[in-house]
Structure formats: C-alpha cells, structure tokens
C-alpha cells in the first residue's frame, strides 16, 4: 500500500492524519533512516517505523500532534533504555520527525451576495477552499465566483438536505435575509463545524435562536455559534466585514481563540427583561 497515495486520499476525503519519518539514524536500529509511517485519524497506519515500543510512541505522538496541528520531533537512545530492547542487536539511536496531515479548509458560504463576495475573496488569498450556495442564478454563478470549488444555485433547504460535510469544515451564513439564514442555521447547528458564522445584530440572532428552540432544537446547540459573525474591528463595508470573518475563522484554526474576546451568548440563562431591555437600545440605534 503506497503511504504517498494513503495521504492523497485521506485529505480528499477531508480527515486528518500524521506522517513519522525516521530522520536521523546512529548505530544499529530495526528500521532504516527515512522509513515512513502514516497513522489515520482512526488509529489505523500505513508504514512502519521499526515497531515495538518505538513505534508504540510515535503511534502516540502522531495522535496529538494532528490534533495540535503542530509538527513534533522524537529521539530515540536504543542503547540506554531498555523498555526499547527488541530481542534484536540493537543499540543505536533515532530520530522521528512527525508532521500532521490535515485536509484543505473547507469554507461553505451560503449567500452570494457582497459580503459573500467578498469572502470568497479573502478567504481563498487565506488558503481557504471555497463553496458557494445561493438560490439566485444570477448571483451564484462562475463568471462572480470562478476560483471556487464549487457553485451551487439551488433552494437552500434542498441543497442542505443532501449535504454531508466533515467536522473540519467552516460554515458562515450570510443570505439575503432573516428567513433564509434561519433555513441554513436549522441544518447547520447539527452540522458539527469547526467553525460557524452567521451575519446580523445581536437581537436577529436571539430572535431566530428563540424559533428554532421552538421547533425543538436545544437551546445548547447555539453556544458555539459566531454571531454576530468576525473580530470585532469596527468593520462596516462588505471589503471589511469579510477580513473580520476571515481573521475570526483563522483564529480558530490557529488555536487562538483565548486571545480573543467571546461572543458566546448564554442563551440557557437568558433573562428576557434584559433582553427586551437591549431590543430598545439596538432599535434606537438602528432607526438614528
């Protein structure tokens, strides 16, 4: 089994993985330098790094360091360990730099408007693989989208009745209007993302949170969601909206979401004469 063509597929098919090469070889070791071994992310491996307790701990460390997404180095005494002692005249030493495998970033923007747009844009300059779905013909298109993976100008709840997307994918929700973001929301809160956005004040937000929990979806389902969707850096043309949605999305796949402020909204414990209270200020604001 090719370990090369192992990998191709395993990010086809948008799972992650590990790669351990033996980079450096003194003395006598069961394997030999440049030796290769793939560990999937269901625990399974194509390759060998000599096996035993060797592998044992690279097999460990390459389930974290996909799981980190930062690559990790490993050396190996044969001689002077001897949980290490094969039954074989071995007594050198190793060195096993393990690399993650990760699948492209997937980002589905359902919309295709300017903000969409726009997205798209950034998104793609951001190394992010993109789809676009839209109801319009006229806006989901190649001619305004022709660098995306794939287009798709279909009725919404159509398209996402037969969607199956990985748990790495990225889902930001920008339509034209409360109906149509409520329609994806309803697939996308079971979706698992790894990061979903949705476009819109904080009292549009609550308010379709509230018709989905009275349609049964549980009200915990709504923790994990980016609403209103981007850093918060004051962004108001569609240009900058989008460079904060990409710059929250990247946040997420770096790890760096502690040094951000959360917009987490405890819809579990919410007070509604608080609620009622904020409606006022942001319609006010709204109609100034």
Not at 6 to 31: H, K, N, Y
Not at 80 to 109: A, M, Q, R, S, W
Not at 216 to 226: D, L, S, T
Not at 260 to 275: H, M
Request: net charge negative.
């Amino acid at each position: 089994m090719d370990i090369y063509e192992q990998i191709v597929r395993l990010r086809r098919e948008g799972r992650r993985g590990a790669v351990a090469t033996i980079t450096t070889v003194r003395g006598s070791i069961p394997s030999f330098q440049t030796a290769k071994m793939l560990v999937r992310d269901d625990g399974s491996i194509v390759g060998t790094v000599g096996g035993g307790c060797v592998e044992a701990e690279v097999w460990q460390a390459a389930r974290e360091v996909m799981e980190e997404e930062k690559p990790r180095s490993l050396t190996f005494n044969l001689n002077n360990n001897p949980k290490y002692d094969t039954g074989l005249v071995c007594g050198g030493t190793l060195e096993v730099f393990v690399e993650p495998v990760l699948p492209p970033e997937l980002l589905y923007i359902f919309g295709a408007g300017h903000v969409a747009y726009n997205l798209y844009r950034v998104a793609k300059i951001a190394g992010f693989d993109v789809i676009v779905v839209d109801d319009r013909e006229s806006y989901a298109n190649r001619e305004r989208f022709p660098e995306a993976r794939e287009v798709i100008a279909d009725d919404f709840e159509r398209v996402t009745r037969h969607l199956h997307v990985p748990e790495s994918v990225y889902i930001v929700v920008v339509t034209r209007g409360h109906r149509d973001d409520m329609r994806v929301l309803r697939w996308a809160v079971n979706a698992n993302a790894r990061y979903l956005g949705m476009i819109g004040s904080r009292r549009k937000t609550i308010s379709i949170y509230k018709e989905l929990e009275q349609e049964g979806i549980p009200a915990e389902k709504f923790a994990n969601i980016h609403a209103p969707v981007g850093l918060e850096i004051g962004a108001v043309t569609p240009e900058e909206i989008a460079v904060a949605i990409v710059a929250e999305m990247i946040t997420v796949r770096r790890h760096a979401t502690a040094n951000v402020a959360s917009k987490a909204y405890d819809y579990t414990s919410r007070n509604p004469s608080a609620e009622a209270a904020q409606d006022t200020v942001e319609e006010t604001a709204d109609n100034s």
